[in-house]
């Protein structure tokens, strides 16, 4: 497990902005935080990184946004709405988690995996998944902490 502190949004966002600009077609990228703990602000730096220039917002009410003009095409996922990997299935979010031509990356991240240990993680899904967990230290102060499971 890796951890990060950042000290402002712009220190997320480039956190964000480095995987972009690293990421492979087929990546997962799963966030699990609090509200407000800088889980879209990570995404943005994301997709920056990709070089997607259309606006990233938090679909939380639409549950996904599609970004295409960037290096690889970028689906942003928002789980929070949703109770259970049923009520996503039932909402036919289910085949993003498979798809691999682009990057997928998905707020709430367990509400589709619940809680399971890694070796459960790795089980579910074919490829490179990174499970991020963000935690607030202070108003502008987060702890990123993320490990990488699949074939990296």
């Not at 995404?43 to 938090?58: D, I, M, N, P, Q």
Request: charged share 25%; aromatic share 10%; proline share 1%.
């Amino acid at each position: 497990m890796v951890t990060i502190t950042s000290n402002s949004a712009a220190d997320t966002a480039r956190v964000g902005e480095c995987w972009g600009q690293s990421a492979t077609a087929g990546w997962l990228i799963g966030f699990s935080g609090d509200l407000g703990a800088g889980k879209t602000q990570l995404v943005k730096g994301f997709a920056r990184g990709l070089g997607v220039t259309t606006t990233v917002s938090s679909p939380t009410f639409v549950l996904i946004h599609e970004h295409e003009g960037g290096r690889l095409p970028l689906w942003h996922i928002d789980l929070y709405r949703l109770r259970d990997r049923d009520e996503i299935i039932d909402a036919g979010i289910g085949d993003y988690f498979e798809e691999q031509g682009g990057v997928v990356v998905v707020e709430w991240i367990d509400r589709w995996f619940g809680e399971m240990d890694r070796l459960s993680f790795s089980r579910k899904v074919a490829g490179k998944l990174r499970l991020v967990r963000i935690g607030v230290i202070a108003e502008n102060e987060r702890r990123i902490s993320y490990e990488d499971i699949g074939d990296w």
